[in-house]
Every structure is written in structure tokens, then in C-alpha cells.
């Protein structure tokens, strides 16, 4: 078990530009989340999955952001004509759906900076 | 909605302090309540959880006792260390655990030696 990974780890682009992130959840984990997490914040929510069913999608998730998780496993965050706005960490977890106050595994986030 | 607020840090000790971090909820029906840790450079981790009233969690010498009579979730240590140093955040999720977390905007602790 090697944890949630992301990828990539920091990204710098200008504004306009399409940028896209990835994350590889734990194994056999069949929910995952991405959340959003500004500077001082608390981590929000945007969307998450379950296998690859996308269940819920936040407000913040504009029609700029979209989501995928094909074959249930790793998921990819597309933010499309970024804005300066966008630039935050971008944070990604898995939980393994099971009942009970299950835990939720982060991974170490995708800092994106638009220019 | 669901929300989460939590005492505003930074927090600043002295080593073998005695630590309180507040934090109350609103939620609709029986949340599971965590509080989760993020040291310097690190991601996010979980260090303890409660998932019905009465419950403590407790992890690495640090407590919390969910009261639903007063929607709270407060962090305790009785003796805090320099290494213990870092933000920490209350969440809250259903009772299963499974539905996105709503995070505090977390709490800096700095423990000076």
C-alpha cells in the first residue's frame, strides 16, 4: 500500500490555459474525492466517486472543472481556461466505502499557481 | 448546510503546556466527527475520529469527546511537544463516514521548547 498519490506535485501556467491533474487513490479504495484547499482555509469539497460513478459535485465546481474516473480507478481533474483565481492546492482522497466513520487517506496535493 | 468552526489559531505554547483547540458543528442527524493534522511539507492525515455522542477518540496522547448537547468536538493534550507543532482541522462527515468531509478552517499550533 503506497497511499494516495498525485500528480503532478506543482504546476505553474498562465491564464487561459487548460491544465489537467491526476490521482492514483489506494488500491481497492472505491471512493474517491477531490477537494480544494486555499491558503488559511480549510479543505473543500468539490466532487468525488464512487468506483466510477461521479455522485455529488460541489457549487465551486464550476462548468470550467470536470472530473473523470474511467474503470474505477485513478481519477483526472481538467480545470479549463484557468484563471488566477484557480491557483490553491488541489487535494485528492480515498476511503474504502466501507460503513462506520470511515477514514478518508489524502494524498499530498497539487499546488497550481495561474500567472 | 453541514459547517464546522473552530477556535482560530495561531495557537503558540510552551513545551508540556496543557492544549485546547474548540470546535463546534451544525450538522443535520448524527455526523462522524475527525480531527485531522497537516504537519509542515506533509499532506493531510487523520488523528482521531468519534462517530456517535459520548465517544472519545484519542491518538499520540490527543483526545476529543463528541457532545452532542453542545455540537462540539474539542481537541485536548495534556502535554503538548515541539514536534506536535502543526495545523490542525475539525471535520465532520454522515454517520457512515463516506460523504465529503466539511472542514474548520484549521488551527495553528506552534510549541516553542
Known amino acids: 500500500d503506497t497511499g494516495v498519490s498525485q500528480d503532478p506535485r506543482h504546476k505553474i501556467t498562465k491564464r487561459g490555459q487548460n491544465v489537467t491533474f491526476r490521482c492514483d487513490p489506494i488500491?481497492?479504495?472505491?471512493?474517491l474525492y477531490w477537494y480544494r484547499q486555499t491558503l488559511g482555509q480549510g479543505p473543500e469539497f468539490l466532487t468525488y466517486?464512487?468506483?466510477?460513478?461521479?455522485?455529488?459535485k460541489s457549487r465551486l465546481l464550476s462548468d470550467r472543472f470536470s472530473a473523470e474516473r474511467p474503470k474505477g480507478s485513478f481519477s483526472t481533474l481538467e480545470i479549463q481556461r484557468t484563471e488566477q483565481g484557480d491557483s490553491a492546492m488541489y487535494l485528492c482522497?480515498?476511503?474504502?466505502?466501507?460503513?462506520?466513520?470511515?477514514?478518508?487517506?489524502f494524498g499530498p496535493g497539487t499546488r497550481l499557481t495561474v500567472l | 448546510g453541514n459547517s464546522v468552526t473552530q477556535m482560530e489559531g495561531p495557537v503558540t505554547l510552551s513545551e508540556e503546556a496543557f492544549l485546547t483547540i474548540n470546535c463546534t458543528y451544525t450538522?443535520?442527524?448524527?455526523?462522524?466527527l475527525f480531527w485531522y493534522v497537516q504537519y509542515p511539507g506533509e499532506g493531510l492525515q487523520l488523528l482521531l475520529k468519534?462517530?456517535?455522542?459520548?465517544d472519545k477518540g484519542s491518538n499520540k496522547g490527543f483526545e476529543a469527546t463528541y457532545r452532542k448537547e453542545t455540537t462540539s468536538f474539542h481537541l485536548e493534550k495534556g502535554s503538548v511537544q515541539v514536534s506536535d507543532s502543526a495545523v490542525y482541522f475539525c471535520?465532520?462527515?454522515?454517520?457512515?463516514?463516506?460523504?465529503?468531509?466539511?472542514f474548520g478552517k484549521g488551527t495553528r499550533l506552534s510549541v516553542i521548547a
Open positions: 482522497a480515498s476511503s474504502s466505502g466501507l460503513a462506520g466513520g470511515n477514514e478518508q487517506f
Open positions: 488500491s481497492e479504495h472505491n471512493r
Open positions: 466517486f464512487q468506483n466510477e460513478a461521479q455522485l455529488e
Open positions: 450538522a443535520t442527524g448524527y455526523p462522524s
Open positions: 468519534a462517530t456517535k455522542a459520548d
Open positions: 471535520a465532520l462527515s454522515d454517520r457512515s463516514g463516506n460523504t465529503p468531509l466539511v
